[in-house]
Nanobody, 120 residues
Framework: QVQLVESGGGLVQPGGSLRLSCAAS????????MGWYRQAPGKQRELVAD???????NYADSVKGRFTISRDNAKNTVYLQMNSLKSDDTAVYYC??????????????WGQGTQVTVSS
């Protein structure tokens, strides 16, 4: 069984910073893409940023220059450093990972979500 466990959400004032973490655990062989998505009330879930095992990254235009995604392959962990936060960044943030199991099966996994609220 594979699990993704997120941490680091919370309440922050506009202009502030937060760092999200997501650790994958279980009987996994390797992880290709790891990423962060978010879903605001009444809106569809959207990609925030993702990162491949080799380190190449991809960002939504709305967060470029403010957010930085990184990963520690040895710890099967992905991070999202969020700076200059705006009220529009308020959402539930979900971790996602494309994982190869030891059985040879590749599956897409999601974390439980962590709330980020940007408000004064």
């Amino acid at each position: 069984q594979v699990q993704l466990v997120e941490s680091g959400g919370g309440l922050v004032q506009p202009g502030g910073s937060l760092r999200l973490s997501c650790a994958a655990s279980g009987r996994l062989a390797s992880i290709d893409v790891m990423g962060w998505y978010r879903q605001a009330p009444g809106k569809q879930r959207e990609l925030v940023a993702d990162i491949r095992s080799g380190g190449s990254t991809n960002y939504a235009d709305s967060v470029k220059g403010r957010f930085t995604i990184s990963r520690d392959n040895a710890k099967n962990t992905v991070y999202l450093q969020m700076n200059s936060l705006k009220s529009d960044d308020t959402a539930v943030y979900y971790c996602n990972a494309d994982i190869m199991l030891w059985s040879g099966r590749k599956s897409d996994y999601w974390g439980q979500g962590t709330q980020v609220t940007v408000s004064s």
